[in-house]
């Protein structure tokens, strides 16, 4: 990620003052935000519930 773009993302984030007073710390956290977001796996079928539904009472 390059720093124009880690920029652009802390003030549309509302993080233009920390961008300011610690630009090092913004730019590492930006990284890392992006290397997590790379490594999560998007569902195959966005609709499919991930666990079964919520039943109120079934266990009582």
């Known amino acids: 990620m390059d720093k124009?773009?880690?920029e652009?993302?802390?003030h549309r984030a509302g993080l233009a003052r920390a961008l300011?007073?610690?630009p090092d710390d913004v730019t590492?956290?930006?990284k890392q935000a992006a290397d997590v977001a790379q490594k999560i796996k998007r569902?195959?079928?966005p609709t499919?519930?991930?666990w079964p539904p919520m039943k109120a009472g079934t266990t009582l």
């Open 4 to 6: 124009n773009t880690i």
């Open 8 to 10: 652009v993302l802390a």
């Open 20 to 22: 300011a007073e610690f």
């Open 28 to 30: 590492v956290a930006a």
């Open 43 to 45: 569902p195959a079928d």
């Open 48 to 50: 499919a519930e991930p």
